[in-house]
C-alpha cells in the first residue's frame, strides 16, 4: 500500500521561506511516477502548484507557483520536496503531497490516486 507522509509546514513572515518534504514509501511500480503538491485554503479548492514526472523528468507549475516554488526529489530516500520562496499570506493553505504511478504526469486533481494528509503552512503579513 502506498504512503505518503508530509513534513515542514509552519508559520513563516511574508517574503520568507519553506520546504516541505513527502516520503513516499510501498509503492512496487516499475514504470514512471508523477508527484505533485497542492494546496487547499479554507473554503477553496485543491489546486495544483507543483507536480514532477519521472518519465522525461518534466516539472509543471501552476502560475502562482512559477519562479517561487521548485519541486525535486531524492531518488535514493524516496523523498519529493518543495521549495517555496517570497511567500505571500495568499500561499497559506494546506499543503497536500500526491502520487501516482504512470508515464503521464500534470496538474489535474484527478490525475493522482494516492495522498497525504497535509501540512498547514500559514504566512503573515
Known amino acids: 500500500q502506498v504512503q505518503l507522509v508530509e513534513s515542514g509546514g509552519g508559520s513563516v513572515q511574508a517574503g520568507g521561506s519553506l520546504t516541505l518534504s513527502c516520503v513516499v514509501s510501498?509503492?512496487?511500480?516499475?514504470?514512471?511516477?508523477?508527484m505533485g503538491w497542492f494546496r487547499q485554503a479554507p473554503g477553496g479548492e485543491r489546486e495544483g502548484v507543483a507536480a514532477?514526472?519521472?518519465?522525461?523528468?518534466?516539472?509543471h507549475y501552476a502560475d502562482s507557483a512559477k519562479g517561487r516554488f521548485t519541486i525535486s526529489r531524492n531518488n535514493v530516500t524516496n523523498t519529493v520536496y518543495l521549495q517555496m520562496n517570497s511567500l505571500t499570506p495568499e500561499d497559506s493553505a494546506m499543503y497536500y503531497c500526491?502520487?501516482?504511478?504512470?508515464?503521464?504526469?500534470?496538474?489535474?486533481?484527478?490525475?493522482?490516486?494516492?495522498w497525504g494528509q497535509g501540512t498547514q503552512v500559514t504566512v503573515s503579513s
Open positions: 514532477f514526472g519521472s518519465f522525461g523528468g518534466r516539472t
Open positions: 500526491a502520487f501516482v504511478g504512470g508515464f503521464l504526469c500534470g496538474l489535474e486533481r484527478q490525475r493522482f490516486r494516492y
Open positions: 510501498g509503492y512496487t511500480y516499475t514504470g514512471g511516477k508523477c
